[in-house]
C-alpha cells in the first residue's frame, strides 16, 4: 500500500486555494490516486459548527478565543478524517491547516508564532502536511477578488488591509523557513497555470508512471 500523503494549500482570503483544490484533486484521483478534499475550518460535523461560529460577524472573540476554536476545530479533524484516511494510505488535499493559524493568529493577531504552534502541536499530535502549496498574491489582489465574489464579508474578511499584509508576509517567511515543505506559487496567473505548477510541486510524492505534467 502506498504512504498516505497530507498536501495543504494556503494562503490569503481570495488567492484562489478553493479553485486550486478542487481542480487539482480531479487532476489527483485522473492520476490514479485516492484523494480526499477537505477543508478547514471544517470537513467534519463538529468542525463545521465551529467554522459557522468563528465566522460570525454578529459575534465577539477574541484574540486567543480564536486561535483556541481554530485549533479545536483542527483537533477534530484530525481525529476524525486526517489520521484515518492518512494510516489507510489515502491523500488528503486540504483548504488549510496550521499554518494558517500561524498567520492569521500568530501574526495577524499577533499572539506570536510559538504561542500558536504549541496549542496546533497539542491539537494534531504533531501531524505535519508532506507538501504545502502557498497561493501568493499581493493582498489588495486578494481583496479586490474577494470583493467580485457577492458574499457578506465575514468576521476575518472584515479586517483591513494591513491585517492581510501582515498575513502575507507572515506566509512568506514560513516558506522561506521550509522551503522543502513548502512551495509558493504564483497566484495571479491563470487557473490552469497555476494547477500545472502546483503538479510540478509535487511531482516527486506522486507514485511512478504519474508524475508527468502536461505543462498546460
Ligand atoms: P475560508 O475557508 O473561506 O478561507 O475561511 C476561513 C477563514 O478563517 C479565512 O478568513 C481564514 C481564517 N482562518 C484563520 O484565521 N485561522 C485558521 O487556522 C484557519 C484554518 C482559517
Redesign the pocket.
Known amino acids: 500500500m502506498t504512504a498516505g500523503r497530507l498536501i495543504t494549500i494556503e494562503g490569503?482570503?481570495g488567492a484562489g486555494?478553493?479553485t486550486l483544490a478542487v481542480a487539482l484533486a480531479d487532476a489527483l484521483r485522473a492520476r490514479g490516486l485516492a484523494v480526499e478534499l477537505l477543508?478547514?475550518?471544517?470537513g467534519v460535523a463538529a468542525s463545521e459548527r465551529i467554522?459557522t461560529l468563528?465566522?460570525d460577524p454578529a459575534l465577539r472573540i477574541g484574540a486567543r478565543a480564536?486561535?483556541l476554536l481554530?485549533?479545536a476545530?483542527?483537533a477534530q479533524l484530525v481525529e476524525e478524517a486526517l489520521a484515518p484516511t492518512l494510516a489507510a494510505g489515502g491523500w488528503v488535499l486540504l483548504?488549510?491547516?496550521?499554518?494558517?493559524?500561524?498567520?492569521?493568529?500568530g501574526a495577524?493577531?499577533a499572539l506570536g508564532l510559538d504561542a500558536v504552534a504549541a496549542i496546533?502541536a497539542f491539537g494534531t499530535g504533531g501531524l505535519t502536511p508532506d507538501r504545502t502549496l502557498l497561493l501568493s498574491l499581493d493582498p489588495a489582489r486578494g481583496r479586490a477578488r474577494q470583493g467580485t465574489r457577492g458574499d457578506e464579508p465575514?468576521?476575518?474578511?472584515q479586517e483591513d488591509d494591513s491585517f492581510f499584509a501582515t498575513?502575507a508576509g507572515a506566509y512568506a517567511a514560513i516558506a522561506a523557513a521550509e522551503p522543502e515543505r513548502v512551495r509558493v506559487l504564483d497566484a495571479d496567473r491563470a487557473p490552469a497555470e497555476v494547477l500545472a505548477a502546483a503538479l510540478r510541486a509535487l511531482a516527486d510524492l506522486l507514485p511512478p508512471g504519474g508524475a508527468s505534467t502536461s505543462g498546460r
Open positions: 490569503i482570503d486555494k478553493t477543508r478547514e475550518p471544517g467554522r468563528v465566522k480564536e486561535a481554530y485549533a476545530a483542527r483548504d488549510r491547516f496550521v499554518d494558517s493559524s500561524l498567520a492569521y493568529q495577524g493577531r496546533n465575514d468576521r476575518l474578511e498575513i
